[in-house]
């Protein structure tokens, strides 16, 4: 079993909708990432978790939200989705202790999101 | 604010030939530098990192970076690649300007040619 297992692996909605993503990891680790790939753009951090209590704002965070139910699970939300949200959203966590500490990311195979 | 240039967005190479994978970050103080690959329909998975130590960092499947302070550069080389190499390759950093966040470039799509 995967690591870290996002769902759905795809998704295709409607402009207004309500969407989740969902993340689940059995590795243990505290951190925990949202990232958005466009092509020619890389990766950009959406939104990250240290701890179940600690949410924090990344680059691209408007018109998306968390929740952090549990060290294990971290969802990430779109109220009301609009087609420039279409792109491969992936999770990732991290096995780091502390700061200064260099630091793993372990990524889910991500979810393809479609916004019509 | 931190940021990462991968300076060819595709490199096609024909299998055994040698290739590199040029990456540039900005940063004035120490961090740490890492390069991921991705496979087609796969999430991201690390090739290596530097941490500190030896600037020549060897990772999995045959693939090394030297880091160079001075350049502020971090490129990826393998003397020999395989088709099974063909995947996109991101280069990234933590720490600087960044502070805790993993900072990725906008990668770089190797295609080995048979």
């Known amino acids: 079993d995967a690591d870290v297992t996002q769902t759905p692996r795809n998704r295709i909605t409607k402009t207004g909708k309500r969407i989740m993503l969902e993340c689940s990891q059995t590795?243990?680790?505290?951190?925990m990432y949202w990232y958005r790939q466009d092509p020619g753009l890389g990766l950009r951090l959406i939104y990250y978790s240290f701890d179940v209590k600690d949410i924090n704002k990344g680059e691209i965070s408007d018109g998306y939200s968390v929740s952090r139910q549990a060290q294990a699970k971290f969802s990430l939300s779109l109220e009301s989705a609009i087609p420039n949200q279409t792109a491969l959203y992936f999770c990732?966590?991290?096995?780091?202790?502390?700061?200064?500490?260099?630091?793993?990311?372990?990524f889910g195979s991500g979810t393809q999101l479609s916004v019509l | 604010a931190q940021s990462v240039t991968q300076l060819d967005s595709q490199v096609p190479v024909f299998e055994e030939a040698p290739v590199e994978l040029r990456c540039n970050y900005s940063s004035s103080v120490s961090v740490y530098l890492f390069w991921y690959v991705q496979y087609p329909n796969q999430g991201l998975q690390l090739l290596l990192k530097y941490l500190s130590g030896s600037t020549l960092v060897k990772g999995i499947n045959g693939f090394e970076a030297e880091f160079n302070k001075s350049q502020t550069s971090f490129h990826l080389r393998k003397p020999s690649v395989h088709i099974s190499d063909t995947a996109e390759y991101f280069c990234?950093?933590?720490?600087?300007?960044?502070?805790?966040?993993?900072?990725f470039g906008a990668g770089t799509r190797l295609f080995v040619k048979a």
């Open positions: 590795k243990g680790h505290d951190r």
């Open positions: 990732a966590t991290s096995d780091s202790v502390g700061p200064g500490v260099g630091e793993k990311l372990f």
């Open positions: 990234a950093v933590r720490g600087g300007t960044g502070g805790f966040k993993t900072i």
